[in-house]
């Protein structure tokens, strides 16, 4: 059974890196792409970008400037840095397992239960 | 950049009912189409993806149609556990979700 955890500070101060980790367990990291996923207080899903072991990476555009995603396959985690963060920054964030298919494209098939992370000072 | 459009931003509706949510795209996305739930305090769920293929496990009563620029996921016979929000997601180019449809309890 796959499994994903999110860990790291609950409380990042305006204009520093907020930083998250994600364990995987069940399914080697070397096999899928992995995500960041987040969600503000009252809005909707906002993709924020996917790694896979081979180095492939792809961002949002909206945020491709203060994101940096990488993965550790020997403790089987990846990590997310969001530099620059401010109140809009402030979220759950969920890491996620996505899957690709030829004819279906890419899915988010595993997520973590996700972790709130608040900007404030 | 591709936008999702879903309709409605809510509904109330009641167990056994049969519920139907849009979802469109501002251009074609053929079938790269994926559907999720979220309920509070857990992982969100997977129900179908690539337009209509139903993730395994999840329950018959969900079902994914549509392709190019309009999508549907109705749920037939509304159950307790149902009660959610519901978001579509294109990932023809760089994943973008829909505005997300709360489905409450009338």
């Known amino acids: 059974q796959v499994q994903l955890q999110e860990s790291g500070p609950g409380l990042a101060k305006p204009s520093e890196t907020l930083s998250l980790t994600c364990t995987v367990s069940?399914?080697?990291?070397?096999?899928?792409?992995w995500s960041w996923i987040r969600q503000s207080a009252g809005k909707g899903l906002e993709w924020i970008g996917r790694?896979?072991?081979?180095?492939?990476?792809d961002y949002n555009p909206s945020l491709k400037s203060r994101v940096i995603m990488s993965l550790d396959t020997s403790k089987s985690q990846f990590s997310l840095s969001l530099g620059s963060v401010t109140a809009a920054d402030t979220a759950v964030y969920y890491c996620?397992?996505?899957?690709?298919?030829?004819?279906?494209?890419?899915?988010?098939?595993?997520w973590g239960q996700g972790t709130l992370v608040t900007v404030s000072s | 950049d591709i936008q999702m459009t879903q309709s409605p931003s809510s509904l109330s509706a009641s167990v056994g009912d049969r519920v139907t949510i849009i979802c469109r795209a501002s251009q074609s996305i053929t079938t790269y189409l994926n559907w999720y739930q979220l309920k509070p305090g857990k992982a969100p769920k997977l129900l179908i993806y690539g337009a209509s293929i139903l993730e395994s496990g999840v329950p018959t009563r969900f079902s994914g149609s549509g392709s190019g620029t309009e999508f549907s996921l109705t749920i037939s016979n509304l159950q307790p556990e149902d009660f959610a929000t519901y978001y579509c997601q294109q990932t023809y180019s760089l994943p973008v979700f829909g505005g997300g449809t709360k489905v409450e309890i009338k």
């Open positions: 790694k896979h072991s081979s180095g492939n990476t």
């Open positions: 996620a397992r996505e899957s690709l298919l030829l004819l279906e494209g890419y899915y988010i098939d595993t």
């Open positions: 069940g399914v080697s990291i070397s096999d899928y792409y």
